[in-house]
Each structure stands twice: as C-alpha cells, then as structure tokens.
C-alpha cells in the first residue's frame, strides 16, 4: 500500500514520521530518566551503607584494642600499662608497614610520557603554521569604498 492509496501526500508522511520520531526520543529521555533515578537511589543507599559501616568500624576498633589488651594482661599475666603498649606498638607497626606500602605504590607511578611527547609534537606542528589571511570578498570589498 503505497502514500497515495491511503490518500496521504508526502509532507503528511513527514510530518507523522517526525512526530513519531519525537515521541520516539521523549520516550528514551524518560526512560533514561527513570534509569538514573534509579541508580542514583542505589548509589545513595549504598553510600549510607558503607558510612554507616565505616563509622560503626571506627567505633569498634577500640574497643576490640582494649579487649586485646586484656586478653594479652589476663593470658601473659603483665601489667595492664604494658599491655596497652603492647597493642598501641602493634598499631604502629602496622601503620609503618603501611606507609612503606603506599610509598612503594606511589613510587611506581610515572608521568605520562606519551601524552606529554604528543602534546610536544602537536604544540611544535601548531607553533610553525601561520594563519592565512582572509580574502575579502567582492561585494564587500566594493561597499566599504
């Protein structure tokens, strides 16, 4: 069935293929839309949930600390201020390893050698161009006169 069976001329054909084509993308928008809506509901439980555990990690740090201590002072059978030291140095310790860890990660990382030589080579190919200069056209030329 051709445009001319249905009684349609071409500009009507046009006319519903693009309002077909608009609804088409404002139905794509919402959906993205909703999309997003939703992963943006995600990541903001998510998020809770993890500072939520982070701070509920913080909290439980010393108190495991001191439950450590005890343990050490009750098992060893040496004073309580020792024991305290005892975890307190571990903490260091484990700090110190680390900072040695992270100084080794950063001491890996390089600069970006072959994006700072292509920026080089694009910067000395655009340093030796010379603008053209522009031609007036005629009837410009013509009218300033």
Same mark, same amino acid.
């Given at each position: ?10 500009? /009507? +054909? ?7 084509? #608009?609804?088409?993308?404002?139905? /794509? ?5 909703? /999309? ?7 990541? +903001? ?15 439980? *740090?010393? !108190?495991?600390?001191?439950? +450590? ?9 040496? #004073? ?6 005892? *975890? ?9 390893? !680390? ?27 655009? #340093?030796? *161009? ?13 009218? #300033?006169?």
């Amino acid at each position: 069935m051709t445009a001319a069976d249905e009684g349609r001329s071409l500009g /009507e +054909l046009v006319a519903s293929a693009t309002a077909e084509l #608009s609804g088409l993308v404002h139905d /794509e928008i919402a959906l993205a839309k909703a /999309e997003l809506r939703q992963d943006v509901r995600r990541a +903001l439980l998510g998020s809770v949930a993890g500072m939520v555990g982070a701070v509920l990690t913080v909290f439980a *740090v010393p !108190l495991f600390s001191f439950a +450590l201590a005890f343990w050490i002072h009750n098992w060893w059978g040496i #004073s309580l201020a020792l024991s305290c030291t005892i *975890v307190g140095g571990f903490y260091v310790l484990l700090a110190l390893l !680390l900072f040695l860890l992270a100084k080794s990660r950063f001491g890996r990382i390089a600069p970006p050698e072959r994006s700072i030589r292509s920026a080089k080579a694009s910067a000395s190919v655009l #340093s030796s *161009v010379r603008p053209r200069p522009r031609g007036v056209p005629a009837d410009e030329a013509g009218s #300033s006169t």
